[in-house]
């Protein structure tokens, strides 16, 4: 079965600290999606692809960086960790007609 | 512009009690609709889709929602709650061809036994 997987399930970090969050998908699915999900601001949309070597900034983008170098993967990537981006962090995928695919989330902690 | 308004943050119900989770959406496209579950600690699921065909929806676990283009709103029913059903419910408007999704700030529903 297709499916969506992000890795690692939890992390712990140092401020300051470089962090990369992946995301593998095997939908075949030309978009992707970052979302972080905090109390109190639901979801919010961090970047998002629509195919290879294509990365748009979303609503948080600040300190979040994507790279797309193939249909499967879109890593996320933290320059700098900030206690501010302790977060639960979605990957997702979608069809043509905005159906959403989710991994079961990454919980990322910066002490 | 789209926008995504989900009337209640909380709604409680009993064991075998009908459900009803309220949305109103606005879009100037003509949209796509979707209802997605979050249980604890998991990512969201879908539970049901809109995409212009028929009005009233049918979707995973008994849920259902129906379509009211003149009152811009697409509430999600079930007949009867199960304990399992507790959880994070958000209504979510997309433009055709997934270009942009606007999430709802989400319902969570508690089932008391």
């Known amino acids: 079965d297709a499916e969506i997987t992000q890795s690692p399930r939890h992390k712990i970090t140092e401020t300051g600290r470089q962090v990369t969050l992946a995301c593998h998908q095997t939908w075949n699915h030309n978009n992707m999606f970052w979302y972080r999900q905090d109390l109190g601001h639901g979801l919010r949309l961090i970047h998002y692809s629509y195919g290879v070597q294509d990365t748009n900034k979303g609503e948080v983008s600040d300190g979040y960086s994507v790279s797309r170098s193939n249909t499967e993967d879109l890593p996320l990537t933290l320059e700098s960790a900030a206690s501010s981006q302790t977060s639960v962090y979605f990957c997702?995928?979608?069809?043509?007609?905005?159906?959403?695919?989710f991994g079961e989330g990454s919980r990322l902690t910066v002490l | 512009a789209q926008s995504v308004t989900q009337l209640d943050s909380h709604v409680s119900v009993s064991e075998g009690t009908p459900v009803l989770l309220r949305c109103n959406y606005s879009s100037s496209y003509s949209p796509s609709l979707f209802w997605y579950v979050q249980h604890p600690n998991k990512g969201l699921q879908l539970l049901l889709k809109y995409t212009s065909a028929a009005t009233l929806v049918k979707g995973i676990n008994g849920f259902e929602a129906e379509f009211k283009k003149s009152e811009t709103s697409f509430h999600l029913t079930k007949p009867s709650a199960h304990m399992s059903d507790a959880a994070e419910y958000f209504c979510?408007?997309?433009?055709?061809?997934?270009?942009?999704?606007?999430f709802g700030a989400g319902t969570r529903l508690f089932v008391k036994a």
């Open positions: 979510v408007v997309s433009e055709t061809g997934g270009f942009k999704t606007i």
């Open positions: 997702a995928s979608s069809t043509v007609t905005g159906e959403l695919f």
